[in-house]
């Protein structure tokens, strides 16, 4: 069973509609991650969580909101959706309790790519 | 800020070759890691290679190796032997140490071809 889970992998939506992307991890890491990829720009950083009571503002977190249900669990929502949201979103993770001299690596979901209309 | 620029948006390598793709970053911090990641048609994110600052020796995994300039803040990744299952999308990404947040920048990706 993959470790990072992102559903749905695809969606299709319309303009204003509004929609949840859900994220759930079996690694035990504390830290997950909201990432975006458009074409030509990398991926950017939407929103982070270093645990359930401690949510971030990532780059480009307008837009967007995020809930952390548990720690397993990291959810995005887009309240209205809008076309030039269309893109690839990943979740990531990363456990914080490795050490000082830790890569802290980051271990990606699946990704899931959202159209809108 | 730190930024992170990937110059060639496409590169193309013959099977069996070598091809290195670049990589630049921008950061007034000393202390940080550099990565490699790799997103094949499947668009799963895969680390390919890691390397720390203050580490001078060039990281090495299998045929996918780095040369890292850290004066002159390049990063860039060889792969030895090209193989087909190496077409995809290539991202370095940058962490600091200091930012305890573990966030990534990217690059904005370099497309590598394989021919057969």
């Known amino acids: 069973d993959a470790d990072v889970t992102q559903t749905p992998r695809n969606r299709i939506t319309k303009t204003g509609k509004r929609i949840m992307l859900e994220c759930s991890q079996t690694?035990?890491?504390?830290?997950m991650y909201w990432y975006r990829q458009d074409p030509g720009l990398g991926l950017q950083l939407i929103y982070y969580s270093f645990d359930v009571k401690d949510i971030n503002k990532g780059e480009i977190s307008d837009g967007y909101s995020v809930s952390r249900q548990a720690q397993a669990k990291f959810s995005l929502s887009l309240e209205s959706a809008i076309p030039n949201q269309t893109a690839l979103y990943f979740c990531?993770?990363?456990?914080?309790?490795?050490?000082?001299?830790?890569?802290?690596?980051?271990?990606f979901g699946p990704g899931t790519r959202l159209t809108v209309l | 800020a730190q930024t992170v620029t990937q110059s060639q948006p496409e590169m193309s390598v013959q099977e069996a070759e070598t091809v290195t793709l670049s990589c630049t970053y921008d950061t007034s911090e000393s202390d940080y890691y550099l990565f490699w990641y790799k997103q094949p048609p499947s668009r799963q994110m895969i680390l390919v290679i890691r390397q720390e600052a203050y580490k001078q020796q060039n990281a090495t995994e299998n045929r996918f190796s780095v040369n890292f300039q850290k004066a002159a803040k390049s990063f860039s990744l060889k792969i030895s032997d090209s193989q087909l299952g190496d077409a995809a999308m290539y991202f370095c990404?940058?962490?600091?140490?200091?930012?305890?947040?573990?966030?990534?920048?990217f690059g904005s990706g370099t497309r590598l071809l394989v021919r057969p």
């Open positions: 990531a993770t990363s456990d914080s309790n490795t050490g000082f001299l830790s890569y802290n690596e980051q271990f």
């Open positions: 990404a940058y962490r600091s140490r200091m930012d305890s947040s573990y966030k990534l920048i």
């Open positions: 690694k035990g890491h504390d830290r």
